[in-house]
């Protein structure tokens, strides 16, 4: 907002932040947006992140025929919902995060080709978060692998208060599997993953942990993040486009530490409705959301949307990058191939 109105706003407008808190919650979420629209007198909505939350907010939407580009809530729900009605609900953009469908398909991709072809690993487990977006992902990915001939032997959703992981990785070890699937959304993270390197736990662990997609996860486990891989979805720091390197520098400069992955979609928002408004050359509702439709932005990360409003995935397009935290510190992109500035490595304490 502030490089946009400085530069003279949207088709001379000025952007004024005005802001709600859901706090995680779909009832303070409801009374949060009703303020929004009616005291506040919002012309276009951005944001959400819990896939509840923001699935719960759909009809509000609906109701007040307000564009929402969405920055969260990964459900493919909410597609769905604009699919079978579009007219209702044609509002909603989701400029990021991606799909679980395709967060699942991202981290099939690379077990496949790093666990399976690389490694010769053909046996998985699955340890997540007892969430709805969780087991979306995890059961994604168990549904891809087992399509390319990797079983998995075993299954543990925990729930977010969990503490003691170690009778997780025991189970995932007894029966047999040879690497670990896991997706985790909040501060358990942290604790997963000081334990896993604390017990030497001989499997590798590969998904999407949401804190592990910040430089700052490293000191956060005490240096126990060394060997952890986590996919960050349609972020960086990797050239997806070339402005994304340099958003993650100044980001980091303005703020004292990393843009995690809802950063950037948060971040490129406002310049998606910047190029739509002045393709459309109005902020009336029907014709800007035409334009939208038509969107095919590079921004810190690419944005180009279905014609149901979802991330364009693939290719050029919307894509995952697999970072790894080396024994330094460094967090490098290992995976895919265009993107990587390192090779993945196998946790120092796994025999090749």
């Given at each position: 907002a502030e490089e946009i109105n400085a530069a003279g706003g949207i088709n001379g407008r000025k952007i004024e932040l005005v802001y709600g808190d859901d706090e995680n919650s779909a009832e303070k979420?409801?009374?949060?947006?009703?303020?929004?629209?009616?005291?506040?007198?919002?012309?276009?909505?951005?944001?959400g992140v819990a896939s509840g939350v923001v699935n719960?907010?759909?009809?509000?939407?609906?109701?007040?025929k307000k564009i929402w580009l969405g920055t969260g809530a990964a459900t493919p729900v909410i597609i769905e919902r604009i699919a079978k009605d579009y007219e209702k609900y044609k509002y909603y953009f989701r400029v990021g995060t991606l799909d679980s469908t395709n967060q699942g398909k991202s981290i099939a991709e690379f077990i496949v080709d790093v666990f399976n072809k690389k490694h010769g690993m053909t046996k998985a487990a699955i340890l997540s978060t007892n969430l709805k977006y969780s087991q979306d992902i995890s059961e994604a990915v168990a549904k891809q692998i087992?399509?390319?001939?990797?079983?998995v032997v075993y299954r543990e959703y925990f729930n977010s208060d969990t503490t003691d992981f170690s009778p997780n990785f025991t189970n995932a070890q007894k029966a047999g599997a040879q690497f670990i699937i896991n997706t985790i959304l909040g501060p358990e993270g942290i604790t997963y993953v000081k334990q896993w390197n604390d017990n030497k736990v001989p499997l590798p662990i590969v998904g999407a942990i949401a804190f592990a997609t910040k430089d700052e996860f490293y000191k956060e486990t005490g240096g126990k993040a060394a060997f952890e891989t986590t996919a960050n979805p349609n972020s960086g720091p990797a050239p997806l486009t070339p402005k994304t390197v340099a958003f993650a520098k100044k980001f980091k400069e303005k703020y004292g530490h990393s843009a995690n992955f809802i950063a950037y979609p948060a971040y490129d928002a406002l310049y998606v409705l910047k190029d739509a408004a002045e393709r459309a050359k109005t902020f009336d509702t029907d014709p800007l959301i035409k334009a939208l439709e038509a969107t095919d932005y590079k921004g810190a990360s690419p944005i180009k949307f279905t014609k149901d409003h979802d991330l364009v995935y693939g290719g050029t397009n919307a894509r995952f990058v697999f970072f790894q935290f080396n024994e330094k510190g460094e967090r490098n992109a290992v995976y895919p191939k265009e993107f990587a500035?390192?090779?993945?490595?196998?946790?120092?304490w796994i025999k090749k």
């Open positions: 979420g409801l009374a949060a947006l009703k303020k929004l629209y009616t005291q506040d007198k919002v012309d276009i909505l951005m944001g719960g907010m759909m009809d509000v939407m609906a109701q007040n087992e399509a390319a001939g990797i079983k500035s390192a090779e993945y490595q196998l946790p120092a």
